[in-house]
């Protein structure tokens, strides 16, 4: 048999049970090659956050342009999930001023969603990330924050002279039996 059109299943995503919900749009997105942008579009803007959730991954893989919009506008939605969601996608995506947005988010009044940037912006630090980091430590409200951004910024910022190993991160393992002489 032939699978169901892309419509049978967008108009399930207005079902109000969440099963269901869920599994629309988990065929939607098993069948991405045929999405349409302005299908991951209605998917993102579903009264249901489940919904939405559940397109942020396709919406990262459309034109990177087009990708950053939804995404930015996902960086809004009321629901946490989804703002995380799509903090992580940006930066996970390398869209166009993914680091700006994140760092940006640091100042978010929600602490997950300045943990969830920050968690990005050290999984994907890169060599413009620092600048931005030092600049946002500068109006930084938050303490814990702001000790887990020096710390990444210490290991980040201080690499080992000329003709020197790496620092490990972590201090060698020492025997805990002395070796027999």
Do not use: Y
Not at 53 to 71: C, K, M
Not at 90 to 118: C, K
């Amino acid at each position: 048999g032939q699978p169901p059109p892309p419509a049978f299943f967008l108009a399930l995503l207005d079902d109000p049970q969440p099963d269901i919900r869920q599994a629309a749009a988990r065929a939607l997105l098993a069948r991405s090659t045929v999405l349409a942008p302005a299908d991951i579009q209605r998917l993102l803007r579903s009264k249901f956050p489940d919904v939405r959730q559940a397109a942020l991954g396709r919406a990262r893989l459309l034109p990177p342009a087009q990708a950053r919009e939804f995404l930015i506008d996902a960086c809004l939605d009321e629901d946490l999930d989804v703002r995380c969601g799509a903090l992580m996608q940006l930066a996970l995506g390398n869209l166009p001023d993914w680091e700006e947005i994140l760092v940006q988010s640091l100042h978010d009044p929600e602490p997950r969603v300045r943990e969830t940037a920050f968690n990005a912006l050290a999984l994907r630090r890169s060599p413009t990330t620092l600048p931005l980091l030092l600049e946002f430590l500068k109006t930084c409200r938050d303490p814990e924050l702001g000790q887990q951004i020096r710390q990444l910024v210490g290991l980040v910022q201080q690499p080992p002279p000329p003709g020197q190993p790496p620092r490990p991160i972590r201090p060698p393992l020492r025997p805990t039996v002395p070796p027999n002489p």
